[in-house]
C-alpha cells in the first residue's frame, strides 16, 4: 500500500471528476509570487496553508494556517517552509481556496475481501469517528459498479434528502470510478461540503491509499508513496527502500528512535516474532527490519550496515526461521561483511550480537558467525535446536534464563 | 492421508527458470519418498517445444515445456494440479487459465506482488469455478511422505530433519513462508509432525482462507490437530475461531498470531507482510485475534517460545486418548541420500578417476590463475612482462631479464612483414569478404607452413643436429642436408641477398651479441651462411633461420619454436584486419589478367550416358 499527499492525491481526484478546491503545491515563497501574478482566485478567495509533508497532528504543530489573504498565506508559508519537525525538514506546502461552509459529510471508499464498501454519513470532520456505527455502508462485489438505486438508497439511510440524494449518488460514482480504475485500497474525503459559491460537493480533503504492488500498470503515477506513520521516512530508511526496489528478494527497514534492541531477522512473518519477543520481554526495539526471499549478499550487508548505525543499541537479533530457499551462507556472508566495517568504525563497542538460524548451507553459515568470536565480536550463534525467538530471551534476560 | 495434494497430485509448472528450480525441489521430495515425479509439463511459450532437464536421484528426467496449460494438459492428461510461478503483471491471466482447464482442480501461486484487485478477482473467480487457488505469495503446500508443491520445506536435509517423509498427526497454515517450515521443524521435534503444511501467502487477501482448509482438515481422519500462524491485520483468524466454535470439531487448534508489538509502537508504524495491517478501528489486532481464538477453544501460547511445549502437549493428550501413536521412524542412514556430485565423492576420497589428460603449466582451480605456479597478479605486480609470461607458458621457465629482452625483440622483428605476405593476404582477403576477426586471422594464420614462416622450427632442428654431428665440418653438413633433406630450412631469402641484407636479422644478431648471450646455434647457422653465400648470394641466413637459432640458445624446445612467427604475427594480421574494416576495405576479386588461364577452350557437353 502506498500513502499518496493531498496535492497528488487532489490531482487524482480532478483526474475522475471529483470537484476539489483550487490549490497548488509550492517548495519556495518565489513560486508563490509567480503564482498569484497568474492565478486571480488567489487574490479574491480567503486561502489555507498547510505543510505537505507525511506529519500527523500538523494542526497541533502549526503547521496549518486558514483565513489568509494573499500576503498572510505568503508570510504563513514562508514560516512554514524550513521548518525543523523532529529532523523533517519541511520542503512543500499546500495552499488552497478557502471555502467557507455550513454542513459537513463523509464519504469513503474501502477494500474489503469480497470487494468493495462505500461509506457514507451526513456528518465529518471528527464528527465521524465519535459516530462511527452510524456511518451507513453500501458494498459492491469486486469487477462489479454500485446501481444508481444503491448508492441512492444509502445516501437517504445516511440522511441525505432533496437535491443532495442526486448529487451524492454522482459524487460518490466518480470516487468508486477513482477507487476501482487507479488500483485504490483506500479513498476517504473528510470533510466532504457544499460549496456555497456554485452549489457542488466539494472534497476538502484527500486521503488516498493505492496499491503499490499495481504500480506497473499506472504509468502516469508521477509521485512516490508517503510514509504512513505520521513521520517522512528518514535517509537510511529510504536507502534501503531504494535497494529494496531493485533486487531480488527483500529488504526492510524502519528506525524507531530509543530503542536498545536492534533486529536484523529473516522472513516477513519470523521477524514481527521478533520484535513481540522482545518487548514481551520488556525490552524496547530500535527499528523493524527483515530480509527474505533470498537476496543478494550485497543488499544484506547495506541493511547490516544500516542496522549497526542505530544509535545507542546494546544488542543485534540475528534471527531467523529455517529458511526453504534463501542461502544462509550466502545472505550470512553479507551480514559479516556489514558486521566487520561497523565493528572497524567503532560501532560495535558493547554490543552483543545474537544468532539463531536454520535452511539451505545453515553449518556453514552459523560457522562463519562462530568464528566472528576470533575476530573479538561479541556473538552469540545458536543453531535449529534452539526455539526461535529464544534468543531473545537469553539477550535480555541472560543466557541462564 | 492429506489435504489439497497428495501422491496422485500430478502438477504442471507455468513459468520459467523459477519454476524449474522448484522442480528440481520437488523432485528431491519425490526420491526421497521413494515416488514417481509428480511434475508432468511446463508451461512457458518462450521455451514451448524444447523440454527441461530435472535430476530425480541419479536420472535426468526431460520434462516437456508447452505454451498453454490446454497443451500441456491435453498431452499429459493425468494432470491435476498447476503450480504458478509467472510475473505479477501476468499472473492473473495465468491463473485464470489453469482455473478454467477443466482438468486442474486445485492451483498454488507463488508469484509475489500480484495487485490486491487481481487477487479479488481471483477469489470471485475460482469460487465461481467451483476450484480452489492458494496464494498469491504462497511458499507452496507439502503433504508429509505424499506430495511436495513449491519449493516449502527447504533442502534435502531439512526434508529428513523435520520428517517430511512421512505423514504425522498435525495440520498447518500459514501466512509466513519461513515459519511453515519452522512449524513443520518444531512439530518434528515435539509430536509427530505434520500431515499437510499450507503457506496461504502473507497479502492482504489470501484466495483461499483459513477456513476453507480447517473443514478440508476436519474431513482428513489422519489429522488430529491444526496450528494456525496468524499475524495482526485482516480477519481470517477471526473467522477461524468463528468456525471452531460453531460447532463443535473434532480436530484440535493451536493458534499463534504474531503483532503484539503494535501495541507498543507509534501509531500507523506497520511491519511485515502486506496482510499484516491493523484497522483503523483496532480490528485485526493481535490481541484481539488472539481473544477471539481463545474465547472460541482454540489453545493459543502467549509466546512464540511456547509454542513448542504447547504443540507437545497437544501430543500427549492424544496420545492419552489414542487418536495419535508414537511413529517408529527409520535411522536416516536408512533413508535414501540425493546421489553425490561427482567433485564431493572425489574429494571424500572414495572413488578413483583416470584422468582425461595431463596439464602441467596453468591451473585455474584456486582465487586466479597460476602460471607454473606463479600467480598472474603477482607477476605483474612484481614488475615482469609479456616475455616471462611466455617463457614460462612455453618452456615452462622465467627467462632472466636479458633473455626477456631478445624474445621481446623476436616478437617485435615478426610482427609484420606488408600486406603481400601469404598471411597477411589471406587475413586482408577475408576481412574485405566481411568475415569477422578471429575467422580472418585464421585465414592468415593457416597459411604458415613450410614455405611460409614456418621454418622456424625445422630449422631449429637441423642446425642443431648439425652443431651435434658435424660441429667442425660445415661442407659435410650440406652434404647431409642435400642428401636427406633438401635446402637447409632457415637459409635462403625471395628479395633478400647479401648486398640487400635482411635488416631484420642484422639486428637480431647485433641484439644477441651485445646482450652477451651465449650463442652456439647461432655461430653455427652464421658459419653455414658463410659457406652457402659462397655458393649464391640469397643463400642468406632468414629471419626464420635467425629465430630459430637464437631461440634455441635461449633453450627453447624446438616445437614451440614456430609459435613465436605465430604469435608474432598475429599482431600483424589483426591489425590488418582491423584496418580493412576502418578503411573500409571492399570485396576483392583477382584481376583475370593476374592469372594465367591454362584451359581448354569451350565445348559441348555430351549428352549423359
Known sequence: MGKVLEGPGMELFNKWGIYTPRHFVISTTDQFESLLQSNVWMRESKLVVKAHEALGSRMKLGLVKINLDADGAKKAADEILGRDIDGLIISQVIISEMIVHEEEFYLAVTSTREGAEILMAKFGGIEVEENWEQVKRTFVEVGDKPTDEQLEECAKSAGFGGELVEKMRKFSHRLFEAYDNEDGSYMEINPLIVNPADGKLCALDAVILLDNDARYRHPDWNFSFASEFGRAYTEDEKAIMEIDSRVKGSVKLIEIPGGKVALLPAGGGASVFYSDAVINLGGTIANYSEYSGDPPAWAVEALTDKVCSLPGIEHIIVGGAIANFTDVKATFTGIIAGFRKAKEEGKLDNVKIWVRRGGPNEAVGLESMRKLAEEGFDIHVYDRYTPLTDIARFALKGEDN | ?609
Not at chain 2, 509 to 527: F, N, Q, T
Request: charged letters at 25%; proline letters at 5%.
Open chain 2, 1 to 609: 492421508m492429506s489435504i489439497v495434494c497428495d501422491e496422485n497430485s500430478k502438477v504442471v509448472i507455468m513459468g520459467g527458470v523459477a519454476g524449474v528450480s522448484a522442480a528440481m525441489r520437488m523432485a528431491e521430495f519425490s526420491y526421497l519418498c521413494k515416488l514417481p515425479f509428480s511434475v508432468t509439463s511446463f508451461v512457458y511459450p518462450p521455451d514451448a517445444g524444447k523440454t527441461a532437464e530435472i535430476q530425480y536421484g541419479s536420472q535426468f528426467l526431460s520434462i516437456p515445456i508447452y505454451k498453454s496449460v490446454g497443451e500441456a494438459t491435453a498431452n499429459h492428461p493425468e494432470t491435476n494440479t498447476a503450480l504458478v510461478y509467472i510475473g505479477a503483471n501476468r499472473a492473473y491471466k495465468g491463473c485464470m487459465e489453469a482455473l478454467e482447464n477443466e482438468k486442474i482442480q486445485f492451483v498454488s501461486m507463488i508469484t509475489e506482488g500480484v495487485p490486491e484487485k487481481d487477487a479479488k478477482l481471483l477469489i470471485k473467480n475460482s469460487k465461481k469455478l467451483g476450484k480452489l487457488l492458494n496464494g498469491p505469495s504462497s511458499i507452496g503446500v507439502l503433504s508429509a511422505g505424499k506430495c511436495r508443491l513449491g519449493v516449502i520445506g527447504g533442502e534435502y536435509n531439512n526434508l529428513k530433519l523435520s520428517k517430511l517423509f512421512r505423514p504425522g498427526s498435525f495440520g498447518v497454515i500459514t501466512k509466513s513462508g519461513g515459519l511453515s517450515n519452522e512449524i513443520m521443524w518444531l512439530v518434528s521435534q515435539f509430536a509427530d509432525g505434520v500431515t499437510t503444511t499450507i503457506g496461504v501467502g502473507g497479502d492482504t487477501y489470501p484466495v483461499t482462507d483459513f477456513t476453507t482448509y480447517l473443514d478440508l482438515f476436519e474431513k482428513d481422519s489422519d489429522t488430529k490437530a491444526v496450528i494456525i500462524v496468524g499475524e495482526m491485520g485482516g480477519n481470517l483468524e477471526e473467522e477461524a475461531a468463528t468456525w471452531y466454535e460453531e460447532k463443535p470439531r473434532r480436530i484440535k487448534l493451536i493458534g499463534m498470531v504474531s503483532g503484539f508489538c503494535q501495541e507498543t509502537l507509534p501509531k500507523g508504524m506497520k511491519f511485515g507482510h502486506a496482510g499484516a495491517k491493523e484497522g483503523k478501528h483496532g480490528e485485526g489486532s493481535a490481541r484481539a485475534k488472539t481473544e477471539r481464538l481463545r474465547g472460541a477453544g482454540a489453545i493459543v501460547p502467549d509466546t512464540f517460545g511456547d509454542l513448542g511445549p504447547t504443540i507437545k502437549q497437544v501430543y500427549e493428550d492424544l496420545k492419552a486418548t489414542g487418536q495419535a501413536k508414537e511413529i517408529k521412524d527409520l535411522p536416516f542412514s536408512e533413508l535414501p541420500d540425493l546421489p553425490r556430485k561427482v567433485e564431493e565423492v572425489i574429494k571424500a576420497g572414495d572413488v578413483m578417476v583416470q584422468p582425461l589428460f595431463k596439464s602441467t603449466i596453468t591451473d585455474d582451480r584456486g582465487e586466479e590463475p597460476l602460471y607454473c605456479g606463479y600467480p598472474a597478479s603477482e607477476l605483474i605486480s612484481k614488475g615482469y612482462d609479456i616475455p616471462h609470461v611466455l617463457g614460462l607458458l612455453w618452456n615452462k621457465k622465467l627467462p632472466n631479464d636479458k633473455e626477456a629482452e631478445i624474445i621481446k625483440r623476436i616478437l617485435m622483428l615478426a610482427a609484420d612483414h606488408g600486406p603481400c605476405v601469404s598471411g597477411a593476404l589471406g587475413t586482408i582477403m577475408a576481412a574485405c569478404a566481411g568475415i569477422g576477426m578471429s575467422q580472418s586471422v585464421a585465414a592468415g594464420l593457416i597459411m604458415i607452413g613450410p614455405r611460409f614462416g614456418g621454418a622456424v622450427t625445422d630449422a631449429s632442428k637441423y642446425f642443431n643436429y648439425g652443431l651435434v654431428h658435424y660441429p667442425n665440418d660445415i661442407p659435410g653438413f650440406l652434404t647431409h642436408m642435400k642428401k636427406n633433406v633438401g635446402p637447409v630450412p632457415g637459409i635462403g631469402h625471395r628479395v633478400k641477398s647479401l648486398k640487400n641484407p635482411d635488416k631484420r636479422v642484422q639486428e637480431l644478431i647485433r641484439s644477441v651479441k651485445e646482450l652477451g648471450l651465449r650463442s652456439p646455434h647461432l655461430d653455427y647457422a652464421l658459419a653455414v651462411e658463410a659457406v652457402t653465400t659462397g655458393k649464391k648470394d640469397n643463400l642468406i641466413l632468414n629471419v626464420d633461420g635467425c629465430m630459430a637459432c637464437v631461440l634455441t640458445d635461449l633453450g627453447f624446445p624446438h616445437q614451440s619454436l614456430n609459435g613465436f612467427f605465430v604469435l608474432a604475427r598475429t599482431m600483424g594480421m589483426i591489425g590488418h584486419w582491423i584496418d580493412q574494416k576502418r578503411e573500409g576495405g571492399r570485396l576483392i576479386r583477382l584481376y583475370n589478367y593476374l592469372v594465367n588461364f591454362a584451359v581448354t577452350p569451350r565445348r559441348e557437353v555430351p549428352d549423359r550416358k
